[in-house]
């Protein structure tokens, strides 16, 4: 079966979070199920200078203000169609904001023109190439659906996953008459939300099916709590949402191979993880210590719940913990860790910025990895932390509480504990957490015993490459 996927990052050309890495893993897990995916990304500089070769599948006259091409290509092991249109693609800086951080301000454009372009090779834009299952990722594709809906192939079924609902994709309703949608589309049926265009409403209002990346986040996008306005919509589809745990690229992310660490190791000699450990230290900037090291790999965003652990510096310093920080994001939590560096020199280090290679080395060298988001559809760097050894702290939201097993009496007893978890998303109870890992780490056996069982559970594609699999054929079969 051959379905698109639409993207507006993809693992290993362009990525500034999880739904890179998703993208580029889960078409080489969906072969094992006889699912053959051709991924449909933007031509930014860094996907069109990394095509060796390529072959031009299609040419467009005009693509929302300017000429375009199609560009076929493999790239390492993606089936890739590349959307190559300069005037939308083709500029230094962010793929979603310039140099100054600030959308790029026609971001409306670039992606309505991405998703058009997904619903006419549906219909035979390509010779030879007809995708019956169009797979759309985050509202920079999810109008995909609505092209489908309103003049496209309707033998065509459209998936829409979620990866984060806090990112929507809203613009004023001055831009509808430049979509290329008939006006009936401008309807509470449609794209409108709330007068303006909402490009991820639009999108599930129009899909054939919806998932996101967690059953837990699934339940939850459906109150006011999490469903960030989108609530009710998704209670009136309920039937058609459903929740698929991400797995992970067990290739890029194999503590045994992995070539960003100091040593490789496997479960059953995680004390060569301590080579990494130093080498973490040392790029950090930090003492020698026998107490635990906690790494910290992410966006600086008020999501992931940074400012908690910004508040529990102090705290975790004075119990004998050190802290790594990689990340980069909003301007006042990036200024709250360098401070926390250089109040605690030797004990708190950070590094601004986005190192791909690093946030490996961080995965291998750190005792615990911290994940105190508010809101986490899966999250991905608790599940490199199960397979790295390095002990997941998580709070209890979204896919943390799906994947990871709070070590509480029974479950340490019981020799099934990977984690600790906490609830709810406070600073005082992540201080309480922070303490009890502490304390666990003091104990090596139970700690080792935790570790082991981390890095022993799957938390590959399998299983959810199937569900996927599962859902494209339900879709097809009702064509
Ligand atoms: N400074 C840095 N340097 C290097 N690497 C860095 C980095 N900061 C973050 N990363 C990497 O970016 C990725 C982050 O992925 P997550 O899934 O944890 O969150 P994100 O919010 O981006 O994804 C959204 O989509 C994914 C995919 O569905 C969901 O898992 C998640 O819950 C949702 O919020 C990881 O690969 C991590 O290692």
């Given at each position: 079966m051959d379905v698109l996927s639409v993207t507006s990052e993809i693992f290993p050309l362009v990525k500034t979070g999880?739904?890179?890495?998703v993208a580029g893993a889960l078409p080489l897990a969906l072969a094992a199920h006889d699912i053959s995916v051709r991924t449909l990304v933007p031509g930014y500089p860094?996907?069109?200078?990394?095509?060796?070769?390529?072959?031009?599948?299609?040419?467009?006259?005009?693509?929302?203000?300017?000429?375009?091409?199609?560009?076929?290509?493999?790239?390492?092991?993606?089936?890739?169609?590349?959307?190559?249109?300069?005037?939308?693609?083709?500029?230094?800086?962010?793929?979603?904001?310039?140099?100054?951080?600030?959308?790029?301000?026609?971001?409306?454009q670039r992606f309505a023109a991405l998703s058009w372009v997904a619903a006419e090779l549906a219909k035979g834009m390509v010779e030879g190439y007809r995708p019956r299952i169009i797979h759309a990722h985050d509202w920079q594709a999810a109008m995909v659906a609505a092209y489908v809906a309103f003049g496209g192939d309707q033998q065509t079924r459209v998936v829409v996953t979620i990866h984060n609902i806090a990112f929507q994709g809203q613009f004023g309703a001055d831009i509808f008459p430049h979509l290329r949608l008939p006006d009936a589309a401008f309807t509470m049926h449609g794209v409108e939300y709330y007068g303006g265009v909402g490009f991820l409403k639009g999108g599930l209002?129009?899909?054939h099916a919806i998932t996101t990346v967690s059953p837990t986040y699934a339940r939850e996008i459906r109150t006011p709590e999490y469903g960030m306005g989108l609530e009710g919509l998704l209670n009136q589809r309920g039937y058609d949402l459903h929740g698929i745990?991400?797995?992970?690229?067990?290739?890029?992310?194999?503590?045994?191979?992995?070539?960003?660490?100091a040593a490789n190791y496997a479960a059953a000699n995680t004390k060569k993880r301590s080579v990494n450990k130093l080498a973490l230290t040392s790029r950090f900037n930090l003492d020698h210590s026998e107490g635990p090291l906690f790494g910290l790999v992410s966006r600086l965003t008020w999501?992931?719940?940074?400012?908690?652990?910004?508040?529990?510096?102090?705290?975790?310093?004075?119990?004998?913990?050190?802290?790594?920080?990689?990340?980069?994001?909003?301007?006042?939590?990036?200024?709250?860790m360098a401070d926390a560096a250089v109040r605690h020199p030797g004990r708190v280090g950070f590094v601004q910025g986005y190192d791909e290679d690093l946030s490996h080395l961080m995965q291998g060298g750190s005792d615990i990895m911290l994940v105190p988001s508010r809101f986490e559809p899966c999250g991905l760097t608790q599940l490199?932390?199960?397979?790295?050894?390095?002990?997941?702290?998580?709070?209890?939201?979204?896919?943390?509480?799906?994947?990871?097993?709070?070590?509480?009496?029974?479950?340490?007893?019981?020799g099934v504990a990977t984690g600790i978890q906490f609830s709810p998303v406070d600073s005082q109870t992540l201080g309480e957490a922070i303490l009890r890992a502490i304390n666990l780490y003091a104990e090596?056996?139970?700690?080792?015993?935790?570790?082991?069982?981390?890095?022993?559970?799957d938390v590959s594609w399998n299983n959810s490459a199937g569900k996927y699999a599962m859902l494209y054929q339900n879709l097809a079969a009702d064509q």
């Open positions: 999880g739904l890179a890495d860094a996907v069109t200078n990394a095509l060796k070769r390529g072959r031009v599948v299609a040419e467009i006259g005009d693509l929302f203000g300017g000429s375009a091409k199609l560009v076929a290509a493999r790239v390492g092991g993606l089936d890739l169609i590349v959307l190559d249109a300069e005037h939308l693609f083709d500029r230094p800086g962010g793929i979603y904001v310039d140099d100054f951080g600030k959308d790029w301000t026609d971001n409306w209002q129009c899909a745990l991400n797995g992970i690229d067990p290739v890029a992310w194999n503590p045994q191979t992995d070539p960003a660490l999501q992931k719940g940074i400012d908690l652990i910004a508040a529990n510096i102090d705290w975790l310093v004075s119990l004998g913990g050190q802290l790594a920080v990689l990340g980069s994001g909003e301007a006042h939590l990036e200024a709250a490199y932390g199960l397979r790295y050894g390095a002990v997941p702290l998580v709070s209890r939201v979204g896919g943390l509480a799906d994947t990871v097993i709070d070590a509480n009496e029974a479950a340490i007893e019981a090596p056996e139970t700690w080792s015993r935790m570790q082991r069982k981390g890095m022993k559970t």
